[in-house]
T-cell receptor, first 109, second 115 residues
């Protein structure tokens, strides 16, 4: 059974810092890994999708990496801003998504 | 439509009543998923539909829960004889498929409160 773990559970940083969110999964037989953002009271917004054959994807200040063999992914956020404050969810996909519990990020101004 | 649309956005119901939650996926998306997020909990898979294949119902928590997808588009999640523990956000998502490279897009959710 696939299990996804995210570390840290919560993170508070001052504005402008670069930060890394970690995700690990137990079964490397995945099609994709997807990072989402969830704001309070809202649905999920897709940030990045990495296919199983890819190593990384970038979108603006976000960079996600994937090491499928070791079952790890990281989400790097450069020059963090207060608007980045949200819960970040990692999910792996093989037919359906299996989610981690998320990292609650607070960026202080 | 432009995104995944869910209705109602909020529903308060009395314990024991049945509720129906509706999901309109992105046009052309053949895969449709239902997830549940309870307060302070992670996302729990309920069911997914892919094209004309039999749905994967492995996540439905009890036989009070059922879902259907008509015409390969709109889906309805039905909860019969609701219980207080059914209170949660029910999230629907869709994608072009379930294989490599298909981004999954979520709706804003239906917030269900059972009193």
């Amino acid at each position: 059974k696939q299990e996804v773990t995210q570390i840290p559970a919560a993170l508070s940083v001052p504005e402008g810092e670069n930060l890394v969110l970690n995700c690990s999964f137990t079964d490397s037989a995945i099609y994709n890994l997807q990072w989402f953002r969830q704001d309070p009271g809202k649905g999920l917004t897709s940030l990045l999708l990495i296919q199983s054959s890819q190593r990384e994807q970038t979108s603006g200040r976000l960079n996600a990496s994937l090491d499928k063999s070791s079952g790890r992914s990281t989400l790097y956020i450069a020059a963090s801003q207060p608007g980045d404050s949200a819960t970040y969810l990692c999910a792996v996909m093989r037919d359906k998504l299996v989610f981690g519990a998320g990292t609650i990020l607070r960026v202080k101004s | 439509g432009a995104g995944v649309s869910q209705s109602p956005s909020n529903k308060v119901t009395e314990k024991g009543k049945d509720v129906e939650l509706r999901c309109d996926p992105i046009s052309g998306h053949t895969a449709l998923y239902w997830y549940r997020q309870s307060l302070g909990q992670g996302l729990e898979f309920l069911i997914y539909f892919q094209g004309n294949s039999a749905p994967d119902k492995s996540g439905l928590p009890s036989d009070r829960f059922s879902a259907e997808r008509t015409g390969g588009s709109v889906s309805t999640l039905t909860i019969q004889r609701t219980q207080q523990e059914d209170s949660a956000v029910y999230l629907c998502a869709s994608s072009l498929g379930t294989k490599v490279g298909n981004t999954i897009y979520f709706g804003e959710g239906s917030w269900l409160t059972v009193v």
